[in-house]
């Protein structure tokens, strides 16, 4: 049993005239689920990956207020019938990734039909407003993930791997300056080089593991912080340019977005043959990288 | 046949310290109107030194499970951050990005593990656990590590400031206690122990009954809003049918089977949702005698409650080896829960532990 991408919803927040979380999420997930082939009683698990929030709300889950906006299963009165789990997962930009295999596992051991994804980072400006800008396009993105009985399709070894030593190139946190809260973002300025450094060695290692070479995947879907960024991993991995996906804009990195976006491309305009496979890699605060493969 | 999920190993640390309900309320600036020791119960709980946080905490916590484990932090596979604060630093200093999980991988080798934050109000710890049973069925992973590090008296010092009514949304605040909590899942292949059955769900239609966030006033924090009123209304209504369909026609509507731990709010919540219960199934599953009651020297320490109960009770001998326990799980969302579990020796080995740590603290002090 594969499990794979049955639906994807993009919002670009290009004129920032959405300024919430909550509505950037709802303008990617709502023709998510109404082009998928799953009605919102069919999803049993609603994960947000958003780090950057409507007022940092710790608590209920960020998920919880997106059940709720949805109407996902969302006003039970006893424990029967069709119900869904909503979490949160924090994990810097390794969030989607993490969840596409949350969901995985929860299909899989059979607790759910189907699982959505959704991401819409989003940074509050007036509290913002000391530290390096969050260079991060907010934008919002959602994804079903259901099973394929039939074929081997979907997503297959996922493998991640931290670097704890690197840690302090990448930090963000919310404190009191003065008289109000603020939020931090520090980046080295190097910080893309000491990504890289994780990516070679977490990529050597996955591929040790999985018994494969960069020559079995049709194509490379990496973070998408910048074009640069990916110049220098083609130039890293020793694979040429052509292969890998590379759908950034101007205005900052897609961050948790960037593997629905990247995705959703590929659909819509690389057409991929059946059998064809997808290494995906994907690096975040920790320092980490995940890999893991789609088969299409 | 699946294969049960067990918990390998438990540790748990709350910090020295101490502070009261009473120095809670007579430093608050507007009294509340209600007496929050006698609705609750609850007359003090552990509360952080100057410069201990969530973090430290957790990695008690976490030093902690592993000794009593028979395990290295590089044999497990996923590790799941479940606590709600982010307090991690002096002028009220939250993280967000590393993750917790991220954070400890520089204490602990879990440089090759799933790790990533869970957050989910006060049944964060559960719903983890909840969705460890899944990569473990599916075969991802073959042990997993729940952590939580909960620093909440925070919340409870900003309340003191800005309680402006004597039936004021911030009275909850005065309840939390902190603490560390973690624990190790993996599969037994003996059906006699483990959980049996677990269910997990959000009625997210209520999802602003309780709201965590930063303060806006000048002198900063973190504060908690919560309609207490409703939140238990709704809370405790579905958990009576949640735990009632569970167990009825099974060996769990006998309240002699088990040990019944719930969400450890305050000992008035825990009896009304123990006499909902038993009204639901129409017998007596939840007693004054099987239920755990651990809030009145704990104070409600959200993520971490079920399982601080669980081990404060393994250490003074309420809760001993093969015995049952049913978990019952209640946090803002609104998330329900319930678990059938088994306990296998866990007891006996956080004893031995107990007695070594003591004979330990006996030599240091000589």
Redesign the interface.
């Known amino acids: 049993m594969g499990i794979t991408i049955n639906s994807i919803g993009l919002y670009e927040n290009k004129n920032k005239s959405v300024k919430t979380s909550l509505e950037l999420c709802r303008r990617a997930a709502e023709p998510c689920i109404k082009h998928s082939a799953y009605s919102k009683e069919d999803i049993g698990l609603v994960v947000s990956v958003a780090v950057y929030r409507d007022d940092y709300f710790c608590e209920p889950s960020f998920s919880s207020f997106v059940q709720n906006d949805l109407k996902i299963n969302h006003d039970k009165t006893d424990s029967l019938g069709p119900k869904t789990l909503s979490l949160d997962i924090l994990n810097g930009a390794m969030g989607f990734l993490n969840a596409c295999q949350m969901c995985s596992a929860m299909i899989t051991a059979g607790k759910i039909k189907a699982g959505l994804v959704v991401s819409s980072d989003l940074v509050n400006g007036s509290i913002s407003e000391k530290g390096d800008p969050p260079e991060f396009l907010p934008s919002g993105a959602a994804m079903l993930l259901s099973s394929e009985k039939n074929g081997g399709s979907g997503f297959k070894a996922f493998r991640f791997k931290t670097f704890p030593e690197m840690q302090d190139a990448c930090e963000s946190y919310l404190f009191h300056d003065k008289d109000h809260m603020t939020m931090i973002f520090k980046r080295d300025p190097a910080v893309e080089d000491i990504y890289l450094k994780a990516v070679s060695a977490g990529v050597s290692k996955f591929l040790e593991r999985e018994a494969v070479g960069l020559d079995d995947f049709d194509m490379i879907i990496p973070s998408q912080i910048s074009s640069g960024f990916i110049t220098k991993m083609a130039d890293i991995l020793g694979v040429k340019r052509e292969k890998m996906i590379d759908i950034t804009r101007e205005g900052g990195n897609l961050f948790n977005a960037s593997l629905p976006a990247a995705m959703d491309h590929i659909f819509k305009h690389n057409k991929p043959e059946p059998g064809q496979k997808a290494l995906i890699i994907n690096v975040a605060s920790g320092i980490q990288v995940g890999c893991a493969v789609y088969q299409f | 046949m699946a294969l049960n999920t067990v918990i390998e190993s438990l540790g748990v640390y709350t910090p020295e310290g101490r502070l009261s309900t009473k120095e809670l309320v007579d430093g608050c600036k507007v009294k509340p109107i209600i007496d929050i020791e006698d609705l609750t119960g609850i007359k003090t709980r552990p509360v952080v030194a100057d410069g201990e946080y969530a973090i430290d905490l957790a990695r008690e916590a976490v030093t902690r499970c592993f000794e009593i484990s028979k395990y290295q932090p590089e044999d497990i596979d996923l590790v799941i951050c479940t606590n ?3 307090y ?2 002096p ?9 917790t ?3 400890l ?2 204490y602990f080798d ?12 006060c049944a964060g710890m559960f ?1 983890a656990l ?2 460890v ?3 473990l ?4 992973v073959k042990r997993a590590m729940v952590i939580s590090g909960e620093a909440l008296t925070c919340l409870a010092r900003t309340a003191q400031k800005e309680i402006s009514a004597p039936f004021d949304p911030q009275m909850a605040c005065l309840t939390v206690g902190d603490a560390g909590a973690a624990f190790i899942l993996e599969q037994t292949d003996n059906p006699a122990v483990g959980f049996h059955d677990m ?7 209520h ?2 009954y ?7 006033e ?5 504060v ?1 809003y919560t309609d207490s009123i409703k939140i238990h209304q709704v809370a405790i209504g ?1 958990t009576a ?2 735990v009632g ?2 167990v009825k026609g099974t060996k769990w509507e006998n309240s002699e089977n088990h040990h019944y731990i719930m969400h450890q709010t305050g000992t008035r919540a825990i009896k009304t949702t123990r006499k909902s219960i038993n009204d639901w199934v129409g017998k007596e599953v939840c007693s004054e005698k099987n239920s755990i009651v651990n809030v009145i020297e704990r104070g409600n320490g959200a993520s971490t409650a079920h399982f601080v109960a669980l081990w404060d009770h393994i250490r003074n001998g309420a809760i001993k080896s093969n015995e049952n326990i049913l978990f019952a799980v209640q ?6 829960g319930v678990g059938l579990y088994s306990l296998d020796d866990l007891p006996e080995r956080v004893m031995s532990w107990s007695r070594m740590e003591q004979r330990e603290a006996i030599k240091e002090a000589m």
Do not use: Q
Request: aromatic letters at 14%; a negative charge.
């Open positions: 709600i604060s982010r991690n630093g002028n009220w200093k939250a993280g967000f990005e590393p993750s999980a991220a954070m991988a520089r879990f440089s090759n593990a799933i790790i990533f934050d869970e957050p989910n109000a719903t909840y969705i049973d899944a990569y069925k599916a075969g991802f269910d997990a769900f959000t009625v997210a239609h999802c602003d309780c709201i965590g966030t930063f303060s806006k000048p002198h900063g924090g973190f908690m579905m049918e949640h369909r569970m946090s803002s969302g609104i998330n329900l």
